[in-house]
Every structure is written in C-alpha cells, then in structure tokens.
C-alpha cells in the first residue's frame, strides 16, 4: 500500500511542533528554561514558545530570534506581552531588533511543501544535537 503524502497543514503542524521543542529546549540547563519576559523558571515541557510578531506571519513565524520561550501566563493570558518582549529582543539580541522583526514580519512569503520538510528535518537535527 502506497503511503499518502502529507498535507501542507500537517506539514506546517509538525514543522511548528518540532520548531516549539527546539526553542523551548535550546537555552534549557538540564530540564529547565526561564520565560523570556518574566524569567519564571521551570520544565521546558510546561513552557511555551512564544512569538514576539504573530504565527500569522509566516515570514516570522519559524525565525529562531521572534521566538523565545514564554510561560503560559506571559504567552496567553498576557497576550504575549509584546512591549516586554520586544524590550529584552533588543537588549539580548542589539537595539532595532524588535523593529527588524516588526519590519520582516509584514514581508509576504511563499513556502513551498519542499521549504517546509527540509525545515522539519533541520530542525529534527537541532533537537538531536541537545540530546
């Protein structure tokens, strides 16, 4: 029996899952992570990934930068706390980063099914690499 090809919606949910991991495990000391706004520390599996620009925007939606880890009452029931998010992106990462983000996140892109296995097998490699 002939196996189906994925969907592109189940392509981008596998890329968003293994690219969730990714982020959440890469700064991790042992098993445990800090959130990125609030620094509440705890399992990388409680916390989440949190985008600084919108899923939405798939120009932004897998760059490793608009992505840090965030607790669930930072990334959900303080809507990301954009403000904060975007202050420590340009302490951490150099002053306008926030603004590049804002910037490339309003770029139209077009990711073909190709672009996103070889995201998912990239980012398979990344995870392998932490273990």
């Given amino acids: ?34 959130c990125f706004t609030c620094g509440k520390k705890d399992h990388w599996k409680k916390l989440q990934c949190g985008h600084f620009q919108s899923r939405k925007h798939y120009a932004t939606r897998w760059d490793e930068t608009n992505c840090q880890v965030q607790c669930a009452a930072c990334n959900v029931f303080r809507y990301g706390e954009q403000y904060k998010f975007g202050l420590n992106l340009d302490k951490e990462f150099g002053d306008g980063i926030a603004e590049q983000l804002l910037n490339l996140s309003k770029n139209i892109v077009k990711i073909s099914n190709a672009d996103l296995l070889d995201k998912i097998e990239y980012y398979k490699n990344k995870i392998k690499l932490l273990d």
Avoid: C, H, W
């Fill in 1 to 34: 029996m002939k196996k189906k090809k994925p969907t592109r919606s189940q392509l981008v949910k596998r890329l968003d899952n293994l690219f969730s991991e990714y982020i959440r495990r890469r700064n991790a000391v042992g098993e445990a992570t800090k």
